[in-house]
C-alpha cells in the first residue's frame, strides 16, 4: 500500500505499492510512479512524467513533462528540470524535450538540467552542476557547464 499525506495534492495518477508521497507535494493528471518511491515535500510532477521504482526524489525538485525516470534513481534537493530550449511567457513548443535519468544515476543537489538530455546508467552529478549535454553511463560530472571528471565503476 502506498502513503499520500493528506497535505499532498495528487490528481488521478499511478502510484505503485509502497510509494510514499509527502506534503505539500503535487503530481499532476496522468504522471505514472513506480514501487517504493519516496516523494519528499515541496516537489512538483506534470503529467507526462514517467518514474519507475525505486526513486528518490528530494525536497524542491520540480519534475516537468516530458521527463523519463527510470528505476533506482537519485535526485537530490532542489534539482532543476527544464524540457523548452526557447522559454517564453504564454508561448510553447510543439513538443516538450524531456530530460531522461538512467537506472541507478544520482543528481546531486541544486543541479540544473537542460531540456533533451539524457543522464547515463550509474551516472553521477555533482551539486550545483548545469548539465548542458548528454551525460555517458557510470560518469562524474561536475561544474558549468559540467564536465566529466572521473567514471564510476
Known sequence: MSFIH???DVAPCEIGEGTRVWQFVVILKGAKIGQGCNICAHTLIESDVIIGNNVTVK???H??????????VFIGPNVTFTND???RSKQYPDVFLGIT???GCSIGGNVTLLPGITIGEKAMV??????????????????NPAKIIRYMK
Open 6 to 8: 493528506t497535505l499532498a
Open 59 to 61: 525536497s524542491g525538485a
Open 63 to 72: 519534475i516537468w513533462d516530458g521527463a523519463r525516470i527510470e528505476d533506482d
Open 85 to 87: 530550449l526557447m522559454p
Open 101 to 103: 535519468l538512467k537506472k
Open 126 to 143: 555533482g551539486a550545483g552542476a548545469v548539465v548542458t549535454k548528454d551525460v555517458p553511463d557510470y560518469a562524474v560530472v561536475v561544474g
